[in-house]
T-cell receptor, first 108, second 115 residues
Framework: AQRVTQPEKLLSVFKGAPVELKCNYS??????LFWYVQYSRQRLQLLLR??SRESIKGFTADLNKGETSFHLKKPFAQEEDSAMYYC??????????FGTGTRLLVSP | DTEVTQTPKHLVMGMTNKKSLKCEQH?????MYWYKQKAKKPPELMFV???????INESVPSRFSPECPNSSLLNLHLHALQPEDSALYLC??????????????FGEGSRLTVL
């Protein structure tokens, strides 16, 4: 089945430390994957998509077809990055199932 | 206008009540979604409408009844709910449903409590 998985429920780091939130997918084609973020008391919103190859708020994500991964990375975490992060499949997947989410907690 | 608006923000209802959740978007999107989100869990897809027709129903109990009166509006009618249906209900929209549809735009959600 086409799906995305996030192995870590919680990632706790200190401010200034590098961050990597893992996402793996199972799909035979070339998916357009997304990272969504949910800050406390805010709506779920798109953080970035791999096709755009953008860096948003210092975050980047590269699609690695060999490892079927789409990990989210930031070299220096900030306290305001604390949030829930969801890896999400494209709407062309048969099942629009979000990853289970990783809570990032950045401590001062 | 790049927002998805949901009303009401909070709803408390008894198990015998009938109520509705409403969602509106004016971005010209042709796909609209209902998700259910329990605390500390990811959103779970319930329904998808594409061009005002129900495209996906994720085996949701019939006490939840979606309706898409036009391309900008999406309703979720609630009847005879159970306490375990208490959750945050999220509406979302995307330009289309299918290949290369781009991002989902989410509303802030309607927090439902069933007594």
């Amino acid at each position: 089945a086409q799906r995305v998985t996030q192995p870590e429920k919680l990632l706790s780091v200190f401010k200034g430390a590098p961050v990597e939130l893992k996402c793996n997918y199972s799909y035979s084609g070339s998916p357009e994957l997304f990272w969504y973020v949910q800050y406390s008391r805010q709506r779920l919103q798109l953080l970035l998509r791999h096709i755009s190859r953008e860096s948003i708020k210092g975050f980047t994500a590269d699609l690695n077809k060999g490892e079927t991964s789409f990990h989210l990375k930031k070299p220096f975490a900030q306290e305001e990055d604390s949030a829930m992060y969801y890896c999400a499949p494209p709407t062309s997947f048969q099942k629009l199932v979000f990853g289970t989410g990783t809570r990032l907690l950045v401590s001062p | 206008d790049t927002e998805v608006t949901q009303t009401p923000k909070h709803l408390v209802m008894g198990m015998t009540n009938k109520k509705s959740l409403k969602c509106e978007q004016h971005m010209g999107h042709r796909a609209m979604y209902w998700y259910k989100q329990k605390a500390k869990k990811p959103p779970e897809l319930m329904f998808v409408y594409s061009y005002e027709k129900l495209s996906i129903n994720e085996s949701v109990p019939s006490r939840f009844s979606p309706e898409c009166p036009n391309s900008s509006l999406l309703n979720l009618h609630l009847h005879a709910l159970q306490p375990e249906d208490s959750a945050l209900y999220l509406c979302a929209s995307s330009e289309f449903l299918g290949q290369n549809t781009g991002e989902l735009f989410f509303g802030e959600g309607s927090r439902l409590t069933v007594l």
